[in-house]
């Protein structure tokens, strides 16, 4: 099982006071000593965490690999070519809510999301989107021939019972054998803590898990170098 860190909320305070610190840039660097296997980071419309320069640099001194979050603007899609991460995630995005609320909607866009796929294939950049356990949307995802897919776990997450956890599970493991069956990559990401993750680690189809607040909460009080080496405890 890999993992992915996402240094975004390294930014979130660091914007709180438009300065220097705290660097998301180190703190990806000290993922990766600790054994991240790839830095995630989102490049919001309204630059509320990452910033343009947080990409270029990331980009150039990380030596794992870059998985940049994005919406499918043409602003955000220009930058993504300029910089060339390693591949790009595409995310539903709303200026308004405090984190991503759901999966991306595949069906209901087909046309459009046909010509960015494209676009990014044309320049050497593998796509992943990220969606809800549904088969209808994982089926999508399939017919547009991306790389792999991100299941939304925040549902499973914020789960107010075990009964509607276990159901939202279920929904995962289902929605992963039938991502795998397509021939997609299968990662699952949001939500994700110290408490909740080992269900999921446990899914034989999902290869990589990205979590970026909880650890970057825990970074708090351990230390960041402990904070992913604990993640990469319960996962593996």
Known sequence: MKLGINVDHVATLRQQRRGKEPDPVVAALIAEEAGADSIVCHLREDRRHIQDQDV???RKKIKTKLNLEMATSPEIITVALKEKPDWVTLVPERRAELTTEGGLEVVGQMGYLRGVVDTFKKAGIPVSLFIDAEPSQIKASGELGVWAVELHTGRYADAQNEEIKKSELRKIIQGAKLAKGLGLKVA?????????????????EIEELNIGYAIVSRA????LEAAVKEMLKLIR
């Open 56 to 58: 270029t640099i990331l």
């Open 188 to 204: 699952a990401g949001h939500g994700l803590d110290y408490q909740n993750v080992v269900p999921i680690a446990r899914i034989p």
């Open 220 to 223: 708090l009080f351990i230390g």
